[in-house]
């Protein structure tokens, strides 16, 4: 094939989804000029899976994308059509917004984003090869002969790399949603020497809506209350003509169909042959697991205003289009649906994530990022966020400054990084709650003060979301002192009022601070009784009380924060032959060869590696006795 030069950039990224998206207008905000080519311009920031973002741990997550200057959660802020906050009868710390997304929108919506920003350029194209030279990556080739050199190059191809579609007996070549699959730069990433691994995932079906007996279902509606998942969006511009999401469930005979065909299914019959989340089963794979369970949740998702589409939520199958049918129609409500496009597992290509370092790039070529499915992981968020981080560091590595890697303290995102670069993954990774060891402090309504300073500093926050941040935190630190100063005097009036929620009577005065630790007491019954201060809005209001409220655990946990940073902050040589130490435990030395941490907190949370390695790994740091590998 004859080649031709096309132009050159500083940042490639090659794939257009949730990380492609994020990575391309972070690398372009940050002043460098930013191409993103993929395989097909109408499958831009697409939604193949549940038309929706958010939920535990993953709501978190979006707002961590804002709060360092990313577009997911002003985007699903512009396109959503149900706004729901969960687990409210719960703790701050697991409580998780979730939107439901009109999928069609929001795609086009963060298309004409990209198409609007700076030193951005959106081309289709499929890239067949890297350039590599010297071990150092320079660019991409692609199917039609073009050249496009650049500094640093991202691959967020998601589920495309070598995508194979199953339905039933039948297999075919294709990436999400029927699009194009990229099969050349799967092959071309082993060839340069990367190990690769096979995953699945798969969807449900979507039925029309007009074919649905909603009569029979439990109705989902979105909340009344305001809530947003972009800190800039104001509550002013809440959506009041939300479209509600309707609950079914599966029952005995659904269970039935599907035991009478798993000979057919091809999980069990060995023609998929990826691993699947373990997290977000099939519907087969989940009567197979769970088969003491007589029925499992089926969420009705709308698509979007414009279509009728309902996404099934808790169907995903890879069984015959027949069985898939009957499995529909067994369920109440849906006895008459109309299948409008059939569910379907993918397998698809993975980097082995532990080849990369912390900031996304991969150890084996240098200025060569991967980001979102491409590293294993599941979900629009997970990608988002990874896209975000790889295009951050990226730019921050060609502009000569120093990386940004965010620890397991700082937000989810630093949590599932060090998972992946550190323990690796062994099937599509999702974010969860109890991931995190730290997570009373990572709470969706405090992301903006964990990150904002981060975002701003690299220069992804502009200064009207900084300024905001800025008198958020300025509020309620203000408000906080206050109380803590103003003592509440046991009057009849305060004493009627606290008989009237059940709470106990003041024998003495007390702190207002104090009195508002009580679970039952709130912010705003105080005002009645205490000297006027500065207004608070909703969201600082909700902030205060957090941080008084719980104040004690918070500090904890912050001490514990305290003594990672000590352990983040004892760097490790790079390239150390950990066979040269003597002492190490075998099982410590060899996944200390292969992860090769960078850190001592990092090192000391790689499986199989004890306190007594890490006593060993610090005094031969300490003494600088660690040979290094030859390059």
């Known amino acids: 094939m004859n080649f031709y030069q ?42 193949p899976c549940n038309p929706s973002l958010g939920g535990p741990a993953k709501g978190v997550v979006v707002r961590e994308i804002d709060a360092l200057g990313g577009e997911m959660g002003k985007n699903i802020d512009k396109t959503y059509i149900q706004m729901r906050m969960l687990n409210t009868g719960k703790g701050p710390a697991v409580r998780a917004l979730r939107a439901q997304a009109d999928k069609h929108a929001y795609a086009t919506q963060m298309k004409a984003t990209i198409e609007k920003e700076d030193n951005l350029t959106l081309r289709q194209g499929i890239v067949d090869r890297l350039i590599v030279e010297d071990g ?15 500094k640093a190059v991202i691959i967020t191809a998601g589920t495309a790399l070598r995508g194979e579609i199953i339905i039933g007996e039948l297999k075919y070549s294709s990436g999400p949603n029927n699009s194009q699959p990229s099969i050349a730069l799967a092959d071309h990433l082993k060839e340069l020497g990367l190990e690769i691994e096979r995953f699945k995932t798969g969807t449900p079906p979507r039925i029309k809506a007009s074919s649905i007996d909603y009569s029979v279902t439990e109705i989902q509606p979105g909340d009344e209350e305001a809530n947003h998942f972009s800190f800039s969006t104001p ?28 000979h057919r299914a091809p999980m069990f019959t060995g023609l998929v042959e990826g691993v699947g989340a373990r997290y977000c089963p099939s519907i087969e794979d989940k009567i197979v697991r769970f088969a003491d369970k007589d029925r499992h949740q089926i969420f009705l998702e709308p ?23 009957d499995v529909l129609h067994s369920i ?70 120093e990386p940004l890697v965010l620890k397991r303290s700082d937000g989810y995102i ?59 935190k ?40 104090e009195i508002l630790r009580r679970p039952e007491i709130r912010y705003n019954d105080l005002l009645a009784f205490i000297p006027a201060g500065e207004t608070l809005t909703n969201r600082e209001i909700e902030q205060l009380e957090i941080q008084i409220k719980y104040e004690g655990y918070i500090k904890k946990a912050m001490e514990k924060v305290d003594k990672l940073k000590r352990m983040e902050a004892k760097r490790i040589p790079e390239r150390i032959d950990y066979a040269a130490i003597n002492g190490l435990a075998t099982e410590a030395r060899q996944k200390l060869q292969k992860i090769q941490p960078e850190t001592i907190a990092q090192a000391s949370r790689i499986s199989g590696v004890n306190p007594a390695d890490l006593s060993i790994l610090m005094v031969y740091i300490e003494n600088g006795k660690i040979a290094k590998t030859a390059e």
């Open 136 to 150: 150092i990556c320079r660019g991409v080739i692609t199917s039609t002969g073009g050249m496009y050199r650049s």
């Open 414 to 472: 630093g949590v599932m990084i060090d998972d992946l670069v550190t323990k690796g993954t062994t099937e599509p990774y999702r974010l969860l709650t109890s991931r995190a060891e730290y997570r009373l402090i990572l709470r969706h309504d405090n992301a903006d003060l964990r990150l904002t300073e981060l975002g701003y500093e690299i220069g992804l926050v502009k200064e009207e979301q900084y300024a905001a941040y800025r008198k958020k």
């Open 303 to 325: 698509e979007g205003r414009q279509t009728e589409e309902v996404y099934v939520q808790g169907l995903s199958s890879s069984l015959p289009e027949d069985v898939q049918m």
């Open 332 to 401: 109440a409500g849906l006895e008459n649906a109309q299948m409008m496009r059939t569910g379907y597992a993918i397998e698809y290509d993975v980097v082995v994530p532990h080849q990369l370092r912390p900031t996304l790039e991969t150890k084996v070529i240098e200025n060569l990022y991967t980001a979102g499915q491409t590293n294993g992981t599941s979900g629009y968020e997970e990608a988002a966020s990874q896209g975000l981080m790889a295009g951050i560091n990226a730019a921050l590595k060609i502009q000569g400054k």
């Open 474 to 513: 300025t509020a309620v630190e203000k408000e906080m002192q206050r109380l803590k100063k103003i003592r509440m005097k046991p009057t009849k009036e305060f004493q009627a009022f606290l008989a009237t929620i059940d709470s106990a009577a003041l024998k003495d005065g007390i702190l207002a601070s």
């Open 235 to 262: 509550d002013s511009a809440y959506l009041q003509n939300q479209i509600p999401c309707w609950l079914t469930y599966t029952n005995p005979s659904t269970h039935q169909i599907i035991q009478d065909n798993l």
């Open 6 to 47: 096309g132009e050159t950039y500083d940042v490639i990224v090659v794939g257009a989804g949730h990380a492609g998206s994020e990575a391309a207008l972070a690398a372009s905000r940050m002043g460098l000029k930013t191409m993103l080519i993929t395989l097909s311009l109408e499958m831009v920031a697409f939604m």
